[in-house]
């Protein structure tokens, strides 16, 4: 006699089998070898690999917000011994996790709505980075052990920490806090003391793998939480238009709203702890990702947000869906709707991909060699520097400014880089003390390959503005303005000096100053820094927690009449930045570091300008002179 349940089963077990295998083809990532295009993001991808490859110490020899373990989320392991195989098996560890989590779900529910909903948050999630593919995996088994604890799976999630940890810290901290936070509700009120063997293994595996991967603890927790506290300040981007931004931010508030009504009702409805601790854990979490992505306002951050909230949305629903009260089911369809319609409006500004990645030249791809060579050739080729240039280098060190990592990499040159290696992150006095501190010891680099730029409408000369103090001291022009880059780029290079240039140092103000008032700076041959002590009203305190600060212009006046109007980053005019000296193209720069400002052009006045009450409209500013031997 034919079983009709067994003939259900064995279809529904191929059904699962056929649509996991679709989700598995969604989730894989776009190259397992990834060859990025030459810029700012493959500049930093490849000193991971240089800093991992050399042996330097995380922390202390680099400090950056992706650790040693880094290539892993940019799959880029150009010089990581068989990188390209752990690149290769930690995405496919990954998925397999969010292929069993699926599968569990499925177990309990195998509606169409519920394959049509896992379906759409596995799109979103193929264009997140593995950072946040393992936040979700996180929160679902946090989740999973809030409500009955399993020693196995918790471990899992203290695994998947560490190895976060190394790759990009600022993640793993906030879900470290958050996981030790469940850790002790367990301990206490579910009084199962073992889950405590989980944090205090993780925390013991975090410092056996850190001595593996050479990274100074202390250097490497400090600084992230630097870098973090810097975020707001030195990323805080609109790469969109008033009203492209004003609908994504409207699609995010309303997402936001959405979701704490459903967790209060969910809290209220059942009036239990373990409600209550998960849905603060995934407030904390959204407010995490839309701090992360919101504050640089581009295609790439915003898809980090909207690839990933629909995920912790459905785990948090999977986890709390006894609460049966007819309005929810309303609330959660209109969270669908949000994410839908905020995915298809960010995504229009991403480049496309297709929807679903078919393994077919995977294997060619990971083992072909010639793949990696032509990529080289090609960018050696494009970023080739002139033979006089590279001649005069030759195997002597050499650091790059502002972020031109990769030309140094692909013209074989002997890269030894300063700790903050980028300088549009070096925007704090500690962080600039990093570099600061290197450059003036006795194992800074020979040369330095220097441009003048910067991002994001900033003054040029700016960033790193602690840093090319040393430089003017330290270093000398040792060639003339050269053009690479196919006649595009315009460099020049500094030399170390034998004997570093003295300088007297005169104060000439310190007094009080008011936002949209011009202040007129003395004539004079010489360098003048401008320190400003700019702070946030309670107003703009509030806002820059809760989002982010509003940007500060600056105008500056120029001798010949000419106006120029740059954006403030507040940490970096605190410590102090050459205010008297035009130094927006690359001949300002070379003559500054050449005559150390005499033959500059001069900045006549200036204004610092806020159309809002975000900042408190007086100041304290100081002027100092710097006359050199």
């Known amino acids: 006699m034919i079983n009709l349940n067994s003939i259900r089963n064995r279809g529904l ?17 776009d190259h397992l070898i990834n060859l990025p295009p030459l810029g700012v ?124 940890f190394f790759i990009k810290p600022s993640v793993a901290i906030y879900f470290i806090v958050i996981s030790l936070v469940t850790s002790l509700y367990i301990a206490f009120f579910k009084r199962n003391k073992l889950i405590m063997l989980c944090f205090l293994g993780a925390v013991l595996l975090i410092f056996i793998i850190s001595k593996l991967l050479r990274v100074d603890l202390s250097g490497y927790i400090l600084s992230t939480f630097e870098l973090s506290g810097m975020y707001n300040e030195a990323m805080n981007r609109m790469n969109f238009s008033f009203l492209k931004a004003a609908f994504t931010l409207l699609f995010a508030l ?52 909207w690839s990933t909230v629909l995920s912790v949305v ?28 905020a995915w298809s409006f960010v ?58 990592i990769n030309s140094i990499y692909f013209n074989g040159l002997n890269y030894k880089p300063r700790p903050v290696i980028q300088s549009y992150v070096a925007v704090s006095t500690a962080l600039n003390t990093y570099n600061f501190n290197f450059l003036k010891g006795n194992n800074k680099p020979e040369f330095i390959l220097y441009s003048n730029g910067s991002t994001d409408d900033r003054y040029p000369f700016w960033d790193e503005s602690m840093t090319k103090q040393v430089l003017i001291s330290n270093y000398e022009t040792n060639d003339s303005l050269f053009v690479w880059k196919e006649n595009k780029d315009t460099s020049f290079l500094l030399k170390r000096r034998i004997n570093p240039l003295l300088y007297n140092e005169m104060l000439l103000s310190d007094t009080l100053f008011e936002l949209n008032k011009k202040y007129y700076l003395p004539k004079t041959s010489n360098i003048i820094y401008l320190s ?51 130094l927006i193209m690359q001949t300002d720069a070379y003559l500054l570091f050449k005559y150390q400002g005499r033959r500059n052009e001069n900045i006549t006045s200036f204004v610092i300008l806020s159309g809002n009450k975000a900042y408190k409209s007086r100041f304290r500013i100081r002027l100092s002179e710097y006359s050199y031997i």
């Open 314 to 341: 459905f785990v948090y629903f999977y986890k709390t869906n006894h609460t049966t009260v007819k309005y929810l089911k309303f609330l959660y369809c209109f969270i669908l709707i949000i994410t839908i319609s």
């Open 254 to 305: 309303s997402f936001l709203l959405t979701f704490i009504i459903i967790s209060l009702i969910t809290i209220l409805k059942n009036r239990k702890i373990d409600e209550i601790l998960i849905s603060g854990i995934a407030m904390l979490t959204f407010y995490f990702l839309f701090k992360q992505s919101y504050v640089r306002c581009d295609s790439i951050h915003l898809l980090a947000f």
């Open 532 to 582: 400003a002590e700019i702070e946030y009203s309670k107003r703009g305190r509030l806002q820059n927690i809760l989002y982010k600060p509003p940007f500060i212009y600056i105008n500056l006046y120029f001798e010949n009449g000419g106006i120029g109007t740059y954006r403030l980053v507040l940490p970096e005019i605190q410590h102090g930045v050459i205010i008297n000296k035009k």
């Open 41 to 164: 993001d493959s500049s930093w991808q490849i000193a991971i690999n240089l800093a991992f490859r050399d042996g330097l110490v995380f922390g202390k020899d680099i400090i950056f917000t992706y650790g040693p373990l880094g290539f892993l989320s940019t799959n880029l392991g150009l010089e990581i011994p068989y990188g390209n195989l752990w690149i290769l098996l930690f995405n496919i560890s990954i998925i397999c996790i969010l292929l069993f989590i699926v599968n569990q779900i499925l177990k309990e529910y195998n509606s169409l709505v519920v394959y049509g909903i896992i379906f759409i948050a596995s799109f979103n999630l193929a264009y997140a980075e593995i950072s946040y593919r393992n936040a979700i995996i996180i929160i679902f088994f946090l989740f999973q052990n809030i409500k009955k604890f399993n020693f196995y799976s918790f471990s899992l999630v203290f695994i998947l920490l560490v190895i976060q």
């Open 13 to 29: 077990l191929n059904w699962n089998t056929l649509f996991l295998f679709l989700i598995f083809l969604l989730l894989l990532p």
């Open 347 to 404: 995504s229009k500004f991403k480049e496309s991909r297709y929807p679903i990645q078919l393994p077919v030249g995977y294997l060619n791809e990971f083992f072909y060699q010639g793949l990696k060579n032509d990529y080289i050739k090609s960018s050696s080729k494009l970023t080739k520097l002139p033979e006089s240039i590279r001649s005069m280098v030759g195997n002597n060190s050499i650091d790059v400014m502002p972020y031109d």
